[in-house]
């Protein structure tokens, strides 16, 4: 996706204004808690945390669980740098060279690079766009396993494709990783944006599977706080956790400061949560609608997160794209996307794909599905 | 040494006071700066930061070198989530399964977490207690290159041993790395504590080495501000950069907040860095002095950083520990240190000695070296 930048710099330079539907940067304001905890703590000495994490955030995100059905442990938490570092630490800790991580494509580009640091390989089970990227089939998966497989990845809510698992579905996939004694990795990042419920589905609520699920989780989206850097790591598996705890302790601890500031978004009024939501789904009804309204645009609606992946009548989303930032102009304004290659492991596929963040509000949005729409008519026009 | 925790806390629960020498953490006073830098800052959304870094980060990090007569570009320049991510980085990018790493022992503990990460392997030069753990010895090292070997590291001023390179044993070891093509990875955290010298010693200043040296850098000791966070390896080989770049961008940014805070405490008055090893200073001067009024007790005069280590006459240092906290006080006082075995990599060594960070004020130091003289005694009459 960075390959664009020199080009968008270059089109503003030129004057044009760009609509940026290309990153999961959301606009949404970050609680006012954080920054009043924070400015509340000032230490003298600004010294390490505990590597496990500071104790009021342990509680918080314990409480959080509890609230949501599940009981945990003090010590089925670690405090991570982000969902990102939760991700490295576990692939570190399940994988040996050659390993295989089986996960639906398309997928978050960046677990490739988790897995390949830990020298595993990731084996994708693939879906179309005209399925609305859902994976949910246990026979597709079941067909992959193999001596070396170690684990199933899941991102529920999906970025890049907003596939929400319902209950059902994850009860599968976690039957399926008892029978194969794998771990079941979730990331639930985008929990709270599951649009077709208002109930928060997590895995740990299957108490039967306590030694395969492993959650990936961080306050990044969900408190609109992506710059505080704090994730954690949510397993019951013991052998697992202290395995993960070393790397905790070789990297001394999370910074201290955005612990506590994260402690106090737990503590956040729930209309919160019911307002962002509430926004979020707006907008993506409004990318829907806009969207089908193009010919030849294959677009599902997607059921959680702030993302969509949708097909485009175009030969190559990377050249549209090259075209939107150095040929194309409506009154000069133009629009970026993340074309869909890098979201897939196979290679070839995705390339007439794009991903589409709806993090603009209303008005941007509809203006940048305009763009989109005079983009194709004037790209396949060449 | 995590494993005396729970017997500090019992020794504390009978109401001991402890003395703690046994962790880095500084207690000099973080600088205001960073306090005001964040409240000024906060913005509406949290967003994430660039991922090799804040502008005004990475402008102060090179203004800093240029200080010491270092000329960086910035793109010599990735900032990481303390020094700790960057050792991270730098192993998994430059070791491949079985790769051997350089590095004078004792070490600190938590290199080893990150080259068996890697899949390498640390190859340990021998010092003594007597020798001072000096371990600038050119044809020590030769001989311990291999085909396997892929880089020297080394700590100056070092943890655990306080141990300085002089100017002169830098370009030695730099010539070596050059000779054998060796990455030479130089942990320069503790630069403004070296007691013997005014000069702020880099391996960057060899630009002749330009290729081969790796600076592993931090926020942390220099400014007591160990809880944010923020390091930063430096560079001037552009392949080892981009590929520790595509670990910054897979664990998208480290802390934004913590960034601005670290970015104005480059701004600190000189008097702060004065005063601060000043105070270090005198404090090890206290220790040694004290160290050596004690019968057996081998200590050299460390050079640099804010620790030594010394061979106490003590069957097991480890014991010995366990002993001062179940069993020892005097006026209800007891002590804690780091037994020195685990800085070691070989199996056996460091059973007798002990690191000790002189991390507390004047008066609880002296006192604290009393407690260590009256436990020998104590211990050896059992």
């Known amino acids: 996706m960075r390959k664009f930048h020199p080009l968008a710099v270059e089109a503003m330079r030129q004057g044009k204004r760009i ?13 006012q808690a954080f920054f009043d905890a924070i400015r509340e703590s000032q230490p003298r000495v600004l010294e390490y945390a505990a590597s496990a994490g500071v104790p009021e955030l342990l509680a918080a995100v314990q409480g959080y669980y509890g609230r949501l059905g599940v009981s945990l442990q003090e010590q089925d938490i670690l405090i991570t740098n982000g969902g990102s ?18 996960v639906p494509e398309p997928f978050y580009p960046n677990y490739t690079t988790f897995i390949h640091a830990a020298g595993g390989v990731a084996c994708p089970v693939p879906t179309t766009p005209e399925e609305g990227y859902r994976y949910a089939d246990r026979e597709k998966f079941e067909s992959r396993i193999n001596e070396r497989t170690r684990a199933i990845l899941l991102t529920t809510p999906g970025n890049p494709t907003g596939v929400a698992l319902t209950r059902e579905e994850m009860a599968m996939f976690k039957d399926l990783a008892k029978e194969h004694n794998l771990y079941l990795i979730c990331d639930e990042v985008y929990r709270e944006f599951a649009y077709e419920t208002d109930e928060l589905l997590t895995m740990l609520s299957f108490e039967d599977a306590a030694d395969h699920v492993v959650i990936v989780d961080s306050v990044s989206k969900r408190f609109s706080a992506c710059g505080a850097r704090v994730g954690a790591l949510v397993s019951r598996n013991r052998t697992l956790m202290d395995e993960c705890m070393k790397f905790c302790q070789g990297r001394l601890s999370v910074a201290t400061l955005d612990q506590i500031g994260a402690a106090a978004l737990y ?11 509430a926004e979020y789904k707006r907008r993506r009804d409004t990318v829907v609608r806009k ?43 133009t629009v970026m996307f993340a074309p869909g290659e890098s979201f897939y492991a196979t290679p070839g596929k995705g390339k007439n794909e794009i991903r589409i963040a709806y993090i603009l509000k209303q008005e941007d949005l509809e203006r ?4 989109l729409a005079l983009g194709i008519e004037a790209y396949n026009k060449r």
Chains 1, 2 share one sequence.
């Open 368 to 371: 940048a599905m305009d763009l």
């Open 19 to 31: 609509y940026h539907l290309n990153i999961g940067q959301p606009d949404i304001s970050t609680p």
């Open 267 to 277: 503590s956040v009024d729930p209309g919160y949560f019911a307002a962002t939501k």
């Open 291 to 333: 969207l089908r309204e193009i010919p030849g645009v294959i677009c599902e609606e997607p059921k959680g997160a702030f993302y969509l992946m949708a097909a485009l009548p175009v030969d190559d989303a990377d050249k549209f794209q090259t075209f939107l930032l150095e040929e194309f102009a409506d009154n000069q304004e």
């Open 85 to 102: 570092e939760a991700l490295m630490m576990l692939m570190l800790s399940i994988l040996d060279e050659g390993d295989e991580i089986i």
